[in-house]
Nanobody
């Protein structure tokens, strides 16, 4: 499966963006999807996770209540709605998938995901 992220850009503090991750080569059905981000000089970090059935969803504490992950079967796309953005959210955002369910303790570990998109840059100005 090939993944293509889009929707990044420059936004002011408090603004919103919606990132998209579109799959080609197969549908998202049956896949487990996560969003990660990587800021300059920092390690890649977990942002959000969704089971393709739509439940459950998990979020990093730093984005809980501000970000929402969702999927659209008809568009074969997973979204990350980001509200109340802060400069600390500035990073390249990646979507990633794997074909088998992870135990809860593993979903935040990037090494368990099999396919990655190329990333989309999000910059939040103060």
């Amino acid at each position: 499966v090939q993944l293509l992220e889009s929707g990044g850009g420059l936004v002011q503090t408090g603004g919103s963006l919606r990132l998209s991750c579109r799959a080609s080569g197969r549908t998202f059905r049956g896949l487990y999807v996560a969003w990660f981000r990587q800021a300059p000089g920092k390690e890649r970090e977990f942002v959000a996770y969704i089971d393709w059935g739509g439940r459950p969803q998990y979020y990093a504490d730093s984005v809980k209540g501000r970000f929402t992950v969702s999927g659209d079967n008809a568009k074969n796309t997973v979204f990350l709605q980001m509200n109340s953005l802060e400069p600390e959210d500035t990073a390249v955002y990646y979507c990633a998938v794997r074909e088998t369910r992870l135990v809860l303790s593993a979903i935040r570990n990037a090494e368990y995901y099999e396919n990655w998109g190329q990333g989309t840059q999000v910059t939040v100005s103060s």
